[in-house]
């Protein structure tokens, strides 16, 4: 269930990758977000690595250079084009029993051009010229409305395959949140150095799902037909109907917790577990652990808050390397397990490690592009 893993849990398709957004913003280098993230999926993922390569292939096939042609050369050419059109004599173009077949067939349409390419040139005639055949012409408009049409519903196709019933994708930075409503009308807010990836177009009675990689938390918008809402994350899934709920896929490892409602939590090897309110599922070692937590303590992120309960300095290192995406040196690795307690403010990383050197008389500082604790 990689992310963004569209069609089930054996990782990402060449045609998954071509309609993702984020994925088409990493190639074109066009953001900075979505550019550094797919870059740390790649370096992690050989398999989806791979697949990259081959849409980077088709990508660049596909790329149209444009070839600046000088404007003189592009009059001339109409000039010459319009003179031409101009002296061919009426009722001269396709002959009258291959007219008859029917309009619109394609071996038609061969004939057609061909016969109004032989009447551009000049083509002397032979020594013996039989019978003449009154032929007509079909007036060129003809043809650019049917290339039009045919462009049209090419065009629908593709908006209807990649557009309206594509995906989107919000990633954030590190150090900051966000939230968006999605088609069904879920809340869903991001924690920082994340991703969420959901279909443009929800359908009603089809499973709504989205794929995380990261942490949030979500409000989930129950539904008359109570259409399954699933959230796709490395390691499991989470199913339910409408509830509120946490749940986090980061290298510390993924994780959910239930705040309201009920979920059921099912692995790729088909290991389940339903929580209730209070309730914390996290992935280790292949199997799902379960324990009680408080879950305002857990969800205390949306608002710019951490909250530590019985946790190490390993594990606030941790979060910080997440969150801010910082390098943090501990020069004493004694002080890994000190205990930390407490409620710190989380939107800014000075204050926060000003709070933390102060709750537990440590000395930060910045040495370069990392910070040290003593």
Same mark, same amino acid.
């Given at each position: 269930?990689?992310?963004?893993?569209?069609?089930?849990?054996?990782?990402?398709?060449?045609?998954?990758?071509?309609?993702?957004?984020?994925?088409?913003?990493?190639?074109?280098?066009?953001?900075?977000?979505?550019?550094?993230?797919?870059?740390?999926?790649? !370096?992690?993922?050989?398999?989806?690595?791979?697949?990259?390569?081959?849409?980077?292939?088709?990508?660049?096939?596909?790329?149209?250079?444009?070839?600046?042609?000088?404007?003189?050369?592009?009059?001339?050419?109409?000039?010459?084009?319009?003179?031409?059109?101009?002296?061919?004599?009426?009722?001269?173009?396709?002959?009258?029993?291959?007219?008859?077949?029917?309009?619109?067939?394609?071996?038609?349409? *061969?004939? #057609?051009?061909?016969?109004?390419?032989?009447?551009?040139?000049?083509?002397?005639?032979?020594?013996?010229?039989?019978?003449?055949?009154?032929?007509?012409?079909?007036?060129?408009?003809?043809?650019?409305?049917?290339?039009?049409?045919?462009?049209?519903?090419?065009?629908?196709?593709?908006?209807?395959?990649?557009?309206?019933?594509?995906?989107?994708? &919000?990633?954030?930075?590190?150090?900051?949140?966000? #939230?968006?409503? &999605?088609?069904?009308?879920?809340?869903?807010?991001?924690?920082?150095?994340?991703?969420?990836?959901?279909?443009?177009?929800?359908?009603?009675?089809?499973?709504?799902?989205?794929?995380?990689?990261?942490?949030?938390?979500?409000?989930?918008?129950?539904?008359?037909?109570?259409? +399954?809402?699933?959230?796709?994350?490395?390691?499991?899934?989470?199913?339910?109907?409408?509830?509120?709920?946490?749940?986090?896929?980061?290298?510390?490892?993924?994780?959910?917790?239930?705040?309201?409602?009920?979920?059921?939590?099912?692995?790729?090897?088909? !290991?389940?577990?339903?929580?209730?309110?209070?309730?914390?599922?996290?992935? +280790?070692?292949?199997?799902?652990?379960?324990?009680?937590?408080?879950?305002?303590?857990?969800?205390?992120?949306?608002?710019? +808050?951490?909250?530590?309960?019985?946790?190490?300095?390993?594990?606030?290192?941790?979060?910080?390397?997440?969150?801010?995406?910082?390098?943090?040196?501990?020069?004493?690795? *004694?002080?890994?397990? #000190?205990? /930390?307690?407490?409620?710190?403010?989380?939107?800014?990383?000075? /204050?926060?490690?000003?709070?933390? *050197? &102060? *709750?537990?008389?440590?000395?930060?500082?910045?040495?370069?592009?990392?910070?040290?604790?003593?």
């Amino acid at each position: 269930m990689d992310m963004p893993n569209f069609e089930g849990t054996e990782g990402p398709s060449l045609e998954d990758l071509l309609a993702d957004e984020s994925f088409l913003a990493w190639y074109r280098r066009s953001d900075a977000t979505a550019f550094q993230r797919w870059q740390h999926e790649l !370096e992690r993922d050989p398999a989806r690595k791979a697949v990259a390569d081959q849409a980077i292939v088709l990508l660049q096939q596909l790329d149209v250079k444009e070839v600046a042609i000088p404007e003189g050369q592009v009059s001339a050419a109409e000039n010459k084009l319009f003179a031409r059109i101009a002296g061919m004599p009426q009722g001269s173009g396709v002959p009258e029993s291959e007219a008859a077949a029917g309009s619109g067939a394609p071996a038609e349409a *061969a004939h #057609s051009l061909a016969g109004t390419a032989v009447a551009a040139q000049e083509i002397p005639a032979p020594a013996h010229v039989g019978p003449t055949r009154v032929i007509r012409l079909r007036s060129w408009r003809t043809w650019v409305s049917a290339a039009a049409c045919v462009l049209v519903v090419a065009l629908a196709a593709w908006l209807d395959k990649n557009w309206i019933s594509g995906k989107k994708t &919000l990633d954030t930075p590190y150090g900051q949140i966000a #939230s968006v409503v &999605l088609p069904d009308g879920t809340e869903a807010t991001l924690n920082a150095h994340s991703s969420l990836t959901w279909r443009r177009k929800m359908r009603e009675g089809e499973d709504r799902e989205v794929w995380l990689k990261g942490e949030a938390y979500l409000h989930v918008a129950k539904k008359p037909e109570h259409e +399954r809402f699933i959230v796709h994350t490395d390691h499991f899934d989470v199913i339910v109907t409408g509830t509120h709920f946490n749940v986090s896929s980061v290298e510390a490892g993924d994780g959910v917790v239930l705040q309201e409602g009920s979920v059921t939590v099912r692995t790729a090897k088909g !290991e389940e577990a339903k929580l209730q309110p209070g309730d914390q599922v996290q992935y +280790r070692d292949g199997q799902l652990v379960r324990q009680t937590v408080n879950p305002d303590n857990v969800i205390a992120w949306t608002n710019l +808050r951490v909250v530590f309960d019985n946790a190490t300095l390993e594990d606030v290192l941790t979060m910080i390397r997440q969150h801010y995406g910082v390098k943090v040196r501990l020069d004493n690795p *004694a002080l890994l397990h #000190s205990p /930390v307690n407490g409620m710190l403010a989380n939107d800014n990383l000075d /204050v926060l490690f000003k709070a933390l *050197a &102060l *709750a537990n008389n440590l000395t930060i500082q910045k040495d370069g592009d990392q910070y040290v604790i003593r």
